[in-house]
């Protein structure tokens, strides 16, 4: 989704009606953030939506990008979010040999996630087809990638072929860079 640099076509202030439907939908979204949405996104500051190339919506605070949305597809985080709370958001693991695939904006295939190294959730927690997630990395800190998962995470284990997780934001992509400059 953001391989090449960002282009921003105009920034806009969101109106303060709009703001709390956006953080509602992001604590539906994420309940685990719910306890820190206030740090996250606080109600009295000022949110901007930046428009981006493709329909792609970016939710900044302070020139920071905190969230983006496709159209109108799910909301998902910028990684500098989810490296400040990881434990709120649902993650897969994949092991050491798909990181350079990632980091080059390849989607995430299943054997990256079912081979050894990689961690899938058990089966009491199955993460449905759709969810976003973060992408961690075999023996890495923090997550690489942002992504919506495109089959279920029991189906990757049974199938353990084809397209597992869209790739929608890695680092050093032109999202990452866009927030860093």
Known sequence: MFKKPVSSSGKTKIKSSVQRNIRQRICEQFPLLEPVIDDVLPKKAQLD????PEKVSLYALDNQVLFFQHHNDAIMPHLRVVHK??????????????????????????PGLTSPGAKLPPPEGNLPEGTVVAINAEGKEHACMVGVLKMSTEDIKTLNKGNGVENCHYLGDGLWKMDSE
């Open 49 to 52: 939506l930046i428009k981006a």
């Open 85 to 110: 709370y990881p434990q709120c958001f649902p993650t897969v693991q994949v092991d050491r040999g798909a990181i350079r695939f990632i980091l080059g904006g390849a989607q995430l295939m299943c």
